[in-house]
């Protein structure tokens, strides 16, 4: 697995981390920004969430 980051180093112990959102999911996109604001804010259990709604993502049919 490659771990690019592209939006600055993040420092979270979790080793799940961090799921993938689909290019151009509307929702994974969206749920990725929750998820960086809840780690900005230091609510680790927010973000935890937000990552396991981007994994449990259904399809993305007619979005790419
Ligand atoms: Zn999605």
Redesign the pocket.
Known sequence: MTNKTMSGPVHLPDPTRPPA??PG?????A?DRQRAQAEKAKNHRRATTCEME?RR??R?EG?Q
Do not use: A, S
């Open positions: 959102p689909t999911c509307d929702v994974c996109e749920l981007i993502h259904p993305h979005q």
